[in-house]
């Protein structure tokens, strides 16, 4: 089993950034592939970023090409996405998953859930 914990989340002006951190408790962290994923009021969870265990294998969601970037260190457990030139439709909140295997975009293709981390950008 993995925990997951989301972190770095808050409130920021249109054009910021942040940087938000996944951190993984459990067996073999180094074995799995970690995607984000964000969901806004309304609207259905979607696929962000995600990163295969050796940081290979990137993928992006067209909407965050260019601006986001998702990279993770085994040896600290821990993912980060870098979040740049935001815009009040990057508000959501941000969450990170977890699966044994390559990356996928699907939700459901994903095991084990953070809690989430509401990012909300201020136009």
């Known amino acids: 089993q993995v925990q997951l914990v989301e972190s770095g989340g808050g409130l920021v002006q249109a054009g910021g950034s942040l940087r938000l951190s996944c951190a993984a408790s459990?067996?073999?962290?180094?074995?799995?592939?970690i995607g984000w994923f964000r969901q806004a009021p309304g609207k259905e969870r979607e696929f962000v970023t995600a990163?295969?265990?050796?940081?290979?294998?990137?993928r992006y969601a067209d909407s965050v090409k260019g601006r986001f970037n998702i990279s993770r260190d085994n040896a600290e457990n821990t993912v980060y996405l870098r979040v740049n030139s935001l815009k009040p439709e990057d508000t959501a909140v941000y969450y990170c998953?977890?699966?044994?295997?390559?990356?996928?975009?699907?939700?459901?293709?994903?095991?084990?859930w953070g809690q989430g981390n509401q990012v909300t950008v201020s136009s």
């Open positions: 990163i295969n265990w050796s940081a290979g294998s990137t």
């Open positions: 459990g067996r073999t962290f180094s074995s799995y592939a």
């Open positions: 998953a977890s699966r044994n295997g390559r990356v996928v975009t699907t939700t459901r293709g994903y095991d084990y």
